[in-house]
């Protein structure tokens, strides 16, 4: 490339330059202004959410997803107004947008009731709860899953989806969970002597607090044995330990007094 031919492209470069200069500047401050105006946008939107009692996660993700769009929206604009054209780009961006939804349809979904269960709280971390047959404390509400520390101690994963068309108990939004044991005496037994004994058992229970529900009471009269429920109410957090002292104390009260606990039996006659 010889001299003259540098010096023309040189003169064309400069020419360029300065015409776009000027294009490009208002480009920057005007991307410059915007971006500001959204980060700032972002932070009344977010005091906006604290205000109305949303939760802390919905309103970040909201306010988060908020930001992310007008910042497309606005590198779409600034791009138009830099000359390139943007329908061909917003349709690519919403096909995508599309593909991945269809894609997703099962993950959005369970998405989508989990920002509900965040809004609504039907549960929060923490909660006893009884869902699809499963008991145990909430320790994490995903975007995807709910997980649960079941009552033996395993972890159970649901999707948001199942639980929220489910019906849910929430065993913590009382003060208080019924905790039930079930014994059967003999036929033979005293049933006054037996519901004594195991009145002593719920009121010697640390776990058991003072409830007009604590009390001992003939449930069935079944083949081989009188049914009782041992009945006491304890604090959810307590329900584990109550259950299993009651269990364990039921049967030791039944011993000490002296009263049958029958089991299975065959008898055979001679014809």
Known sequence: MNPEQLT?????ATSLVSKRAPTVLWWIVTLVIWLRAIKRANKLITKAFQK?????????????LISVWLKVLLFIS???????????????????????????????????????ILLFKPYKIGDLIDI???KGHVTEIGILNTTLTTLDNNTAII???????????????KDSIRVDVGVGIGYNEDIDQAKKALQTVIDENQH??????????????????????VRGYAKPEHYRPAYFALTEHTKKALDAAEIEI??????????
């Open 132 to 134: 699809q047959w499963i």
């Open 52 to 64: 109305s009692n949303i939760d802390i996660t919905v309103s970040k993700f909201m306010s988060n």
């Open 159 to 173: 999707p948001n989806g199942p639980i929220i068309n489910d019906n849910i108990v929430n065993l913590t939004t």
């Open 208 to 229: 058991i607090i003072d409830h007009p529900g604590n009390w001992v009471f003939v449930n069935e009269l079944a083949d081989s044995s009188v049914n009782l429920i």
């Open 78 to 116: 600034v791009a138009g107004m830099f000359g390139v054209q943007t329908t061909s780009f917003i349709a690519i961006l919403w096909a995508a947008w599309l593909a991945v939804g269809l894609s997703l349809q099962g993950s959005l979904a369970n998405f989508a009731w989990w920002v509900l």
């Open 8 to 12: 023309h492209y040189a003169a064309q």
């Open 262 to 271: 029958p089991y299975p039996q065959m008898v055979m006659h001679n014809s």
